[in-house]
């Protein structure tokens, strides 16, 4: 009889690892995990600006930027990272509490800068603040322009950040954008007359007595305190504050260009020179300023209108944007991606469409790409909170070179557009398209609900990757064959000017598409993942709070305020071996043999993490994954056998 209850029992526990088992082998990952290869240290972070010092309606954001490019050589591709320059950290507060009283908001600007040692495996330097600007009025959109075309002259194009932002003057209200230039970087011109009439001992001020000294020197004298010290929020916020340096002195050179009219802008984007941008009820789709930016930064722009807004157009509904795509026929003509969403009884319909004029806006024509449909029910009654938020929530959009990549959440969908030249053999006649791909990406929807909050394009447009709201990071590729019969390869805006194509024989370009269910090499595939461990605690970010949850995330089992995410972007950096010191890359590379690849992500305190995308590894581990990442169906299934066996053993 009791051999007969230990077979029992053994055949019941015998039978839950068996499930647990068959769960993880059809659950198991078969896309292979990328090398973490640093991650920050816990004291290597920022201070968290006091929300005090915050509007209720403040909004973050960051970018991170190689200081300068490797010049392109016959061995080296033009989009390599200068080892020896650094890595710039960009933080942008769109409200911000000032001391004005006719203007107590107003956006704050900072820039920091680290050396890359970390990225060869040496030690990890703190971030260094550059220069603190304070905008006019609060920030509402921001605009990275990376495209780096190569220019007539040879030379790339300056990445330019673009920051809207609004000022209230009585029942008015204007709206202006401040573009900074990252390729200018210069030692502004009163520093060292600044330095000399305070003293060099300025950055060393920092007790409670010297508050009002940091406040007066950061505004009268545009020297910047420690910011580090709980102080300097209230040296930004001051009355006369507009701007200061840090300790070396440097900044960007930008210039505020006015927006005419005062109705609300709702889309933004920057293109090279171009900005395009549409107002609320406007009469007009859109508008085009041409900006006067070169040689330098001189603030001039002449407008052109877009085409008159019909009904259908009128109702911008949700997830609208608009993005320049590079002119087919640059110089005489410009095209516009426009994704739209509108509401209509119990449906809302998401489509993309291309807009093209032909002689510059004096004819505008239009063609349709793609169009979706999600029931809502009547005044989305049948979405849930989260569903509501995608819907709401705008797209993730990246530009890098003639390559564009947009993440629609509410219909989980990667849609990517890349301008092409074609040419047939024993023909003088140019073909040009704009190619449209869409993929649906594996691993990044769990449930029904889009969870990817980051996304970044390699230089070349051939890399793609995406972290979700859990830190996990999923890194996409597609495959880019040379052909002879092309003009421009992924690799185009790299080349030497004289591969740049003629000018082309159709007055318009057409829309390359395919199908539903349809594949080809441009479409994007999932390379390589990563996750951070299920049990160990987070010290990725382990200092910051939310709105909603004051305590910190240290552990994963703490539940996290729902779409607040850790990392706040992502970059993909391109070294030139002979600078890192390391091997050559893999085929995952899309810069082939002379270029070693490197993914960062930048959590909101400042702190890093790094991964190789060279090295990587088929996971050996199935069952410990599974049952690290399935905690509480692990701890129900051992109820469950417990409570049987336990039974067993009581009627025995």
Not at 129 to 153: E, I, S, W
Not at 483 to 489: E, G, V
């Amino acid at each position: 009889m009791r051999y007969a209850l230990r077979t029992r029992q053994c055949m019941l526990v015998a039978v839950g690892a068996a499930y647990i088992f068959v769960l993880a082998w059809f659950n198991r990952q078969p896309i292979p995990t990328t090398a973490l290869l640093h991650e920050s240290d816990s004291k290597l972070k920022l201070r968290t600006t006091g929300s005090s010092h915050l509007g209720t309606k403040n909004k973050d954001m960051h970018w991170l930027e190689p200081l300068r490019y490797l010049p392109p050589s016959d061995t080296r591709a033009g989009g390599a990272t200068d080892f020896d320059a650094g890595l710039l950290h960009i933080r942008l507060h769109t409200e911000f509490r000032t001391a004005q009283a006719r203007q107590p908001l107003g956006g704050l600007l900072k820039v920091y800068r680290k050396p890359l040692g970390f990225a060869a495996g040496g030690s990890e330097d703190e971030w260094e603040l550059l220069f603190v600007d304070r905008l006019p009025g609060p920030a509402k959109l921001a605009y990275l322009d990376r495209t780096r075309l190569r220019q007539p002259a040879g030379q790339h194009a300056a990445r330019r950040l673009a920051v809207l932002y609004y000022v209230a003057d009585k029942e008015t209200m204007a709206y202006a954008t401040r573009i900074y230039d990252l390729e200018s970087l210069h030692r502004a011109d009163y520093f060292d007359a600044a330095v000399a009439r305070v003293g060099a001992r300025w950055w060393e001020l920092g007790s409670d007595a010297e508050a009002a000294v940091l406040a007066g020197v950061a505004a009268e004298h545009g020297l910047c305190p420690d910011d580090q010290l709980r102080l300097a929020d209230s040296a930004y916020a001051g009355a006369h504050f507009r701007r200061c340096v840090g300790r070396a002195g440097l900044r960007l050179r930008s210039v505020d260009v006015g927006l005419p009219g005062a109705q609300d802008v709702i889309e933004f984007s920057l293109r090279g020179s171009t900005l395009l941008y549409s107002r609320l009820n406007d009469v007009v789709r859109f508008r085009v300023v041409e900006l006067d930016l070169e040689p330098e930064l001189s603030g001039g722009f002449a407008q052109t209108l877009g085409p008159d807004v019909s009904e259908y157009l009128r109702d911008t509904g949700r997830q609208t944007f608009l993005a320049q795509l590079h002119s087919t026929r640059p110089g005489s003509s410009m095209d516009v991606f426009l994704a739209h969403g509108s509401t209509a009884s119990d449906t809302f319909y998401f489509s993309f469409e291309l807009l093209q004029n032909t002689t510059l806006a004096k004819r505008w024509i239009h063609e349709d790409v793609k169009r979706y449909r999600l029931p809502v029910h009547q005044q989305f009654s049948g979405l849930s909170r989260d569903e509501l938020r995608l819907v709401n929530d705008p797209p993730l959009v990246d530009q890098v070179g003639l390559t564009s990549v947009f993440y629609f959440k509410a219909t989980d969908v990667i849609v990517v557009v890349d301008t092409e030249w074609f040419r047939d053999h024993g023909s003088a006649n140019v073909t040009q398209l704009q190619r449209v791909r869409e993929s649906r990406p594996p691993y990044i929807s769990t449930l029904n609900s889009p969870v990817a909050v980051n996304m970044t394009l390699d230089e070349s447009g051939a890399l793609l990757a995406m972290t979700t709201v859990d830190d996990e990071l999923f890194i996409f590729a597609r495959a880019h064959a040379s052909s002879t019969t092309r003009i421009l390869d992924y690799r185009r805006y790299f080349r030497t000017p004289r591969l740049m194509p003629w000018v082309a024989t159709e007055p318009v370009s057409s829309v390359d598409s395919l199908e539903e269910g349809e594949t080809d090499m441009f479409n994007w595939q999932l390379r390589l993942t990563w996750q951070p461990s299920a049990l160990l605690p987070v010290r990725w970010d382990d200092g910051l709070g939310s709105p909603d949850s004051p305590f910190p995330n240290t552990q994963r089992f703490i539940p996290r305020p729902h779409h607040h995410s850790t990392t706040t972007c992502l970059r993909f950096l391109h070294f030139d071996p002979a600078q890192l010191g390391a091997k050559g890359p893999d085929q995952l590379s899309a810069k082939g043999p002379d270029a070693v690849v490197r993914i960062l992500a930048l959590s909101a305190a400042g702190r890093l993490r790094m991964w190789e995308l060279d090295s990587h590894e088929q996971s050996p581990h199935i069952l410990w994954p599974f049952i690290t990442e399935h905690w509480g169906l692990m701890f129900i299934l051992a109820a469950v056998v417990s409570c049987c066996v336990y039974n067993e053993r009581r009627w025995g």
